[in-house]
């Protein structure tokens, strides 16, 4: 009886475990998510500004690019 206690106790200290190791993949494929995409918001933003310069006609669209915070 005290054997197969123990080993419930251990079973559930895996499980436990286990929870936090899937809780903390989890923060961090969100953060890579979060990165990821703040990054293709700044790309995207800088493209958009480039083609709105092209498309107006303008010729020195690399001053926007340097314009760029």
Known sequence: ????????????EQREANRQTASLAAVAITLLLL?????????LTAKSRVE???LSGRRNCDLVLAEQP
Do not use: P
């Open 35 to 43: 990165i990821v995409g703040l990054f293709l918001v700044r790309e």
């Open 52 to 54: 709105d310069c092209l």
């Open 1 to 12: 009886m005290l054997h197969q206690r123990r080993w419930l106790e251990e079973a559930e």
